[in-house]
């Protein structure tokens, strides 16, 4: 009798090969529900029968039955079923529906404004699937964080990660009316020098903003009134009146349409921030990152 019982792929054979014969009291019904001659399968139940050091049916010319130990295998075999079909169950999701939990890093500003609403949309249509959003302008390390999908805006660092670039972000000057009403005239990007400015502690350029209009080129060293870590705060501070500062087309164009804000130099451009999906080498194999990074890409473009 081998003494060994370890469930290797060929034992697993021989286990479905009793079962179908238990189930069909035939080997040559049970062969062709296995997929395989019926003298294949009536050594599958011999190698099972040394294996488990008793014999599983009776057979007689005219009959066949199981044993005890062949109905106790059986009954064995048939929890075991039972749970792989619920643990299958389990992996699938419900009717094809994504689930799971993801891990998303956004930009604090741009990700409120651009990005919180198309994940509340894609949510409401996906309501297995979980997903933890973090906004924050900091980097984070992907693999440390567990992050699954990140946005990040501007220069990458990480070589290692997959990017898709789905948009730019244009960054100007601005001021409320109020405040110019009183300040001195600006009519050309060095005329900042004289204002009050307020600027984003994260701007990678610190204090000093360059301008460009066709060949032309100007670098303005301005003294901030203000420093601040959060484009929202900026915004708010500029409606105020305190001063001039940057601010994302995502955030101020509406702004500027209203007439809320001034675009104080249409003509002149400041450098412009690329909009990237960022994901681990291979994550996208899972069904729920794909359709989020194919959602976001195609709503993100143009937008």
């Given amino acids: ?27 040559s019904r049970a ?7 019926a003298s294949v ?15 599983l049916f009776l057979r007689t010319t005219r009959r066949m039955a199981l044993t005890a130990r062949g109905e ?20 699938r999701p419900p009717n094809g529906e994504l689930s799971g939990r993801l891990c998303v890093h956004l930009p604090a500003s741009y990700g409120r404004y651009r990005v919180a609403p198309l994940l509340a949309r894609f949510m409401r249509g996906h309501p297995g699937l979980r997903i933890d959003a ?17 946005v990040r805006l501007g220069r990458l660092a990480d070589v290692q990660l997959v990017a898709h670039r ?28 004289a204002h009050r400015c307020i600027t984003f502690s994260g701007y990678r350029r610190g204090t000093l903003w360059s301008f460009s209009r066709q060949r032309q080129r100007r670098a303005v060293r ?10 929202q705060a900026i915004r708010d501070a500029v409606l105020a009146g ?15 349409a209203e007439k809320r804000l001034v675009d104080l130099f249409p003509d002149w451009q400041l450098p412009v921030f690329d909009v990237n999906l960022l994901w681990l080498p291979g994550a996208d194999r899972d069904p729920a990152l794909r359709r989020l990074i194919d959602f976001l890409a195609e709503s993100l473009t143009g937008g």
């Fill in 166 to 193: 789905v948009n730019r972000v244009r960054v100007f000057p601005c001021a409320s009316p109020d405040y110019l009403a009183s300040a001195p005239a600006l009519r050309d990007p060095g005329d900042l020098k």
């Fill in 41 to 55: 399968l009536s050594r599958r139940i011999a190698t099972l029968e040394d294996a488990v050091g008793a014999r």
């Fill in 134 to 150: 973090v906004y924050d302008d900091a980097w984070v390390d992907m693999v440390a964080g567990k992050v699954d999908l990140a």
């Fill in 242 to 256: 305190v001063g001039v500062g940057l601010q994302g087309d995502y955030m101020a164009d509406s702004l500027v």
């Fill in 1 to 27: 009798m081998n003494q060994s019982f370890d469930l290797t792929p060929t034992r697993l054979r021989e286990l479905r090969a009793f079962a179908a014969a238990a189930r069909r009291l035939n080997f």
């Fill in 222 to 231: 301005i003294d901030p009134v203000l420093v601040c870590n959060d484009a």
């Fill in 31 to 37: 062969a062709l529900e296995v997929g395989c001659t």
């Fill in 72 to 91: 106790q295998l059986l009954a064995q075999w048939q929890r075991m079923e039972t749970l792989m079909t619920e643990l299958a169950a389990g992996l």
